[in-house]
């Protein structure tokens, strides 16, 4: 198969992370250097973009100016929550093909891989040669095949260091502190909030994932253990938690809200925070007890991005167009972990990443489902880097006088 001569595309779709710039920038320098593209263009606002024509040349857009935005979180390509059909992918392909453009590379999630793949299958019924390749990126840490997602690790990072601030805070004024983290179903990002842990007392005491099903009994009790052992308590909760029927515990309380794609809005207003505060003042006599949704903000926080995360984004997105354009090949770019710690970037077909997704493995996670293994740990450990330590105070008490009655 010769080389291919046109256009390349690059876009962006679904929620933005903090290192997803890395990976269309190194795409596009990457493509750049290529004397088989002529041009390469950006789409704004993702697939919806490609098909409004709302495109950029960022042939023209200057190394320096590039790189400045790659080490800037969000979507610099701006993003979409559309969920394209067939219907709707065969206008994506129709756009590329009128613009000439023989390479497409779009950076998202499962659905953005089934996008791909879709495009992918009408190009080659229409025996139009183009070449289809998915980036990698989440924050969930949800896809399929590959070892990790870029934007996981600097997510992760952020959120081990709120429950590090958070714990900081707790113990200097004792109570029960509730966290809600992203995570409909995969609870990684949640997991994740242990990473800071480094005296045998810090929070978060108690971390609840999708993959265990929660019980108001179970909740209660484990908080009351906690609170009476270290006179506090932190939780960690990820906003997809089940009750023991598998349905989203939030569903029951944000108004059957939906989002672009259909799914039920979960911890968008406070509302699963809220209930969890209720069952502990219900079921207890702690009266201190605070909940807190973190969030949008997790996703793109400026100023705390992972080093690992950041180079690994770039290298998926240098990656994709290499397999596109120097091999002709369509697929996923994922990723193998070797030795501790090093990475292989390898190619897999769009159709075993689109649409499913992947959940924690049963070795991350104890025995009692409220807290993460070591195997996690080391997991996640490469991927948020080096944490900044939380100190405390180390002094001897002063002897007690007026309480001897002297």
């Avoid at 919806?48 to 709302?54: A, D, L, V």
């Amino acid at each position: 198969m010769s080389e291919l001569q046109g256009k390349a595309l690059v876009a962006q779709g679904g929620g933005p992370t903090a290192v997803i710039n890395q990976s269309f920038v190194g795409a596009v320098l990457e493509a750049r250097k290529s004397p088989h593209v002529s041009h390469v263009y950006g789409a704004l606002h993702g697939v919806n973009g490609i098909i409004n024509e709302n495109f950029i040349d960022l042939t023209e857009a200057t190394t320096h100016n590039l790189e400045a935005v790659a080490q800037t979180p969000s979507s610099g390509l701006l993003s979409t929550r559309d969920k394209p059909d067939i219907e709707y992918c065969k206008k994506i392909f129709g756009i590329c093909k009128l613009h000439g453009i023989r390479y497409f590379m779009y950076c998202g999630g499962n659905d953005s891989a089934d996008t791909c793949r879709i495009v992918n299958e009408e190009a080659n019924k229409a025996g139009y040669e183009l070449r289809v390749i998915h980036i990698p990126k989440t924050i969930d840490n949800d896809l399929l095949v590959t070892d990790h997602c870029p934007g996981f690790g600097s997510a992760a990072r952020y959120v081990a260091q709120a429950f590090a601030g958070v714990n900081l805070d707790n113990r200097a004024l004792p109570g029960v502190y509730l966290g809600i983290v992203m995570g409909r179903h995969a609870g990684f990002l949640t997991a994740a909030s242990c990473m800071a842990r480094k005296y045998s007392d810090d929070g978060p005491h108690l971390i609840y994932l999708p993959e265990r099903p929660l019980s108001k009994e179970q909740f209660v009790s484990d908080i009351e253990r906690v609170y009476k052992e270290q006179g506090r308590c932190i939780v960690a909760v990820s906003e997809g938690v089940v009750d023991s029927d598998g349905k989203a515990i939030a569903e029951q309380f944000t108004g059957g809200e939906r989002d672009a794609h259909g799914n039920v809005q979960l911890s968008g207003t406070g509302a699963l925070g809220d209930l969890l505060s209720s069952w502990v003042k219900d079921g207890t006599d702690i009266s201190r007890v605070r909940a807190d949704t973190l969030g949008y903000i997790q996703r793109s926080f400026l100023g705390c991005v992972s080093e690992t995360d950041a180079r690994e984004a770039r290298e998926v997105g240098e990656k994709a167009a290499q397999y596109a354009i120097w091999h002709n090949q369509d697929g996923s770019v994922a990723m193998r972990r070797v030795g501790d710690y090093a990475i292989e970037y390898f190619l897999t077909p769009l159709e075993t990443v689109a649409r499913n997704s992947r959940e924690m493995a049963d070795e991350f996670i104890n025995e009692a489902g409220n807290d993460v293994t070591d195997a996690f740990r080391n997991y996640v450990r490469p991927l948020v880097g080096a944490l900044p330590v939380a100190e405390r105070i180390s002094a001897p008490a002063v002897p007690k006088i007026a309480s001897k009655g002297n």
